[in-house]
């Protein structure tokens, strides 16, 4: 059974920083692209940055410069650094394990986790 963990997340002033995590199992991580997505209230699930196991990563516009993406195939972790964070990046944000085309796409992802809060107050 496939699971994915987010932890991480938090109440944080504007400008702070926080780091989410991501533990998979039962999978065989390196096969995966690995994805972070987050969806605030009563919206739609964005994508926020994507990594492979070779070491590629893509990010959205919204998030270049601030957030980064990294990986530890060792163990089945990918993390989310996020630093300068702004009031609109409040959300609950969600790991995703793939093998996407289009990596910006929710519906190519095939596992997800339930996510982690992350707030940050003006």
């Known amino acids: 059974q496939v699971q994915l963990v987010e932890s991480g997340g938090g109440l944080v002033q504007a400008g702070g920083s926080l780091r989410l995590s991501c533990a998979a199992s039962g999978l065989t991580y390196s096969d995966y692209a690995m994805g972070w997505f987050l969806q605030a209230p009563g919206k739609e699930r964005w994508f926020v940055a994507a990594?492979?196991?070779?070491?590629?990563?893509h990010y959205a516009d919204s998030v270049k410069g601030r957030f980064t993406i990294s990986r530890d195939n060792a163990r089945n972790t990918v993390y989310l650094q996020m630093n300068s964070l702004k009031p609109e990046d409040t959300a609950v944000y969600h790991c995703?394990?793939?093998?996407?085309?289009?990596?910006?796409?929710?519906?190519?992802?095939?596992?997800w986790g339930r996510g982690t809060q992350v707030t940050v107050s003006s």
């Open positions: 995703a394990a793939g093998s996407p085309d289009h990596v910006e796409v929710v519906t190519e992802y095939d596992y």
């Open positions: 990594s492979w196991s070779g070491g590629s990563t």
